[in-house]
């Protein structure tokens, strides 16, 4: 059993409060909220003991949950760590990314697991395709949100582009050769819009595009691979499957494709697959996962070591275009 703790606004902490209660193997021990001034009015409300002393709090329970926007939150998550409580950062924080990887680091150090709201690999539907995604060599990204939008005190890479780098490094299990970046600040002093190229040694490349200042709002994967292309619709939950084989005159299918690929080269069947997505609970997901991590060193190593690899591109990212 591990007992939890929860810093941030009320209505945010309702949502967690309801799927910790459904996991027997975690026990919300209280709240500290936002708002000092609500701290005894919304009690009842809350319906959850909540301390007046964050350092109280802290004494009661192995996990940190910031569960939204808060003051000096980079302190309080580096506090936690330092008093060898595992942080778990439920939304899009405003933590740099200078300031994420020294949180890696000191989690590193005393082997506890932060998590950074990097929900996009919940998403039902890349959870549903996810399998087929097999040593792509090439990934093409669009992550556009629609303008105006809160978070303007940080990069739209920390914002957006490290939740896509995420899923592309489960994919692509190689080194880094190269970046090469452009950016531009439009309503905001960080990069509100973000073009990289990722290039690794195995000869994968990844073109990202992300922007926070869309007249639409779209969020699409689309992964190449050997006789196969994978494409993932974030926002609608649509995934579609393209698979090219040889064509077989006596294996007929009525849906596929066929084309002839050059003369004398005979012909290919292309085949096309759109799989029903099933819903996800994303918050139970990500309870799930933060068990399963922390109970288990080998996946606590390979998530913290793909956290810090993504972490270390943002952060080069954002380098590159602020030398530009």
Request: charged letters at 25%.
């Amino acid at each position: 059993m591990k007992n939890i703790g929860i810093i941030g606004a009320q209505d945010i902490i309702e949502k967690y409060q309801i799927k910790i209660k459904d996991c027997a193997n975690l026990k919300l021990q209280g709240v500290y909220l936002t708002d000092q001034e609500l701290q005894e009015k919304e009690q009842n409300v809350v319906n959850e003991n909540v301390f007046n002393s964050f350092d109280l709090l802290m004494e009661q329970i192995d996990i940190l949950f910031i569960v939204s926007p808060v003051q000096s939150e980079f302190k309080i998550a580096e506090s936690a760590l330092i008093k060898s409580r595992h942080v778990f950062i439920a939304h899009q924080s405003e933590i740099t990314s200078h300031q994420a990887i020294k949180l890696v680091n000191i989690a590193f150090e005393k082997e506890l697991f932060i998590y950074f709201g990097l929900i996009s690999k919940f998403n039902p539907a890349y959870q549903t395709v996810k399998s087929n995604i097999q040593e792509p060599s090439f990934i093409e990204v669009h992550n556009l949100i629609q303008f105006p939008y809160a978070n303007k005190e940080n990069s739209v890479i920390m914002d957006l582009m490290a939740q896509d780098i995420d899923i592309i490094l489960k994919h692509v299990n190689s080194k880094v050769s190269r970046i090469s970046a452009n950016g531009v600040s439009v309503i905001s002093d960080n990069p509100d819009i973000a073009t990289a190229r990722i290039e690794f040694e195995n000869g994968s490349v990844a073109n990202i595009t992300s922007s926070r200042v869309s007249m639409k709002k779209l969020h699409k994967i689309r992964f190449f691979q050997d006789n196969t292309y994978v494409s993932i619709d974030f926002d609608a939950d649509q995934v579609e499957i393209v698979r090219i084989s040889d064509y077989i005159k006596d294996e007929e299918d009525p849906f596929a494709m066929i084309v002839e690929v050059g003369k004398d080269k005979g012909f290919k069947k292309i085949s096309f697959d759109k799989p029903s997505i099933k819903p996800i609970d994303v918050i139970k997901s990500e309870l799930d996962n933060l068990l399963n991590v922390i109970n288990d060193s080998k996946i606590l190593e390979n998530q913290m070591n793909i956290l810090k690899k993504n972490l270390s591109i943002a952060n080069q990212i954002n380098e590159i275009i602020n030398k530009h």
